[in-house]
């Protein structure tokens, strides 16, 4: 039985600390010292009592990054939505698994209905798709079903001499790679196609790329587009790039995990023109709409029935999957996974609270957000925007008085963003392109506000005046 005055106990004291104003983002530790707060995190061999779990949890919380904090803008993700929390608990507390209708019956049909609202703001017809555990499996799994389209012996027979290469932005996600090393493609054969000034790949450059490899004799299978990279959040030309695909018949996905929630902006979806082109759409939605950690989808564009035949293995499972009046609602069969948790229901739940068109206005808010911090970089003494960016990130630099070359500037910005990071007042990430180290503020906080952004800055101006003072 479960102990309700513990877990009421301890559910109060969660929401107090997600309700309290904290002055830090994080208390700030190296690995060590948190080794020796919480005894090297060794198990003992006596049971402990529930008094030494809550003296856990709060030393736990205390240590954490507070990534609900508006302080918070390492990631691309960032808030604390209470609706999306709540269905994390019921999916908890239900504790099913979507491997088959009978398992999680309404789990199943809103996650087919999740999949059908996507498919329709994204233009795909004849459409199937999954949830999945984040963007990188949705990578994988649209470069799986490419893989098995371009050489249809390989799901029994294993890797033939076939050479099969994809391509993808330099400015891409690395999951392309990882995808690749794990399907045995060789991470050697992802090729990066140069993108232009604004962030997106360029189209002349993909197709000379799929020239060569074709006269070299090999195979192309895959172009990864993107749809908001995660430095710059550039997004790629949909449009010319599916003409280049369908050219030369190669399969086209789009990996949308930061950008690709735009679809459901009225201000904003152009950004993502073209996406009814494509063949497949990889999309995020514990990043800019705020469900909890993790919430993904892969959603395939006229072939349906395609991610049945790539991933139902079909031998071994009449252990678990029965002919029934209900087993064509099974999605078992089109996954990777067996056990896979409701992630669904923190889709469903943020829609329920917000309604489409809130959703809608909550996307323009981020937007308006990201717009004044630009601004702020513009109008703010020693700072200088490194790309002018159409999206969420801001990329700038601090440059110190007195110092010129870039190399200082460079070291200078990293150590802003540590001694930033150790004060524990803001938290921020950095990142390195053509030869500039920078500082990428992220603006995808639905509690964002004006206020927020400016004492960011104080923090940060506050810090720099400091560090310019040991130069």
Known sequence: MLDSNFLNETFSDLVK?????????????????????????????????????????KKYLNYSVNTGSNQFFNQLFAGRNEFGILAEM????????????????????????????????????????????????ANLAAMMVARNLADEQIKKSGISDKKLVAFASEDSHYSYSKGANILGIGINNVIKIKADAQGKMIPEELEKAIKKVIANNQTPFFIGATAGTTVFGAFDDLSALSKIA????????????????????????????????????????????????????????????????????G??????????????????????????????????????YYGLDGVSDKISDLFNSASYAKQKVIELGNLSLVF??????????????????????????????????ESGLSMVNQSNKNGKQFIRLVTVNFDLTKEDLDLFFTHLITIAKKLENEY
Request: charged content about 20%.
């Open 17 to 57: 600390y997600a309700n309290t104003p904290s002055e830090k983002v994080i208390n700030y530790q190296t690995a060590s010292n948190l080794k020796q707060k919480f005894n090297n995190f060794e198990v003992k061999e006596n049971s402990s009592s529930q008094a030494d779990i809550k003296d856990f949890i």
């Open 90 to 137: 019921l999916s908890s507390f239900t504790n099913s698994s979507m491997y088959t209708f009978e398992m999680a019956p309404v789990a199943t049909l809103i996650e087919l209905k999740m999949l059908e609202l996507i498919a329709n703001k994204s233009g795909f017809t004849n459409f199937e798709g999954k949830f999945v555990s984040g963007g990188s499996h």
């Open 246 to 313: 369908k050219k030369y018949k190669v399969w086209f996905h789009v990996d949308g995990a930061f950008g690709g929630p735009v679809i459901f902006s009225e201000n904003h979806s152009k950004l993502i023109s073209g996406l009814d082109m494509t063949n497949s759409f990889s999309i995020d939605f514990h990043k800019i709409l705020g469900a909890p950690l993790t919430c993904s989808a892969i959603l395939i564009n006229g072939q349906k029935g395609i991610l049945k035949e790539v991933f139902d293995n």
């Open 315 to 352: 031998e071994g499972t009449n252990y678990i999957f029965h002919d029934s009046e209900n087993s064509s609602y099974d999605l078992g069969p089109l996954s990777l996974q067996c056990g896979r948790k409701v992630d669904v229901l923190k889709l469903y739940f943020l829609f329920l």
């Open 388 to 421: 002018p960016g159409e999206f969420l990130t801001i990329c700038f630099q601090y440059i110190p008085k007195f110092i010129d070359d870039q190399k200082t500037i460079n070291e200078f910005n990293f150590k802003l963003r540590q001694k930033l990071l």
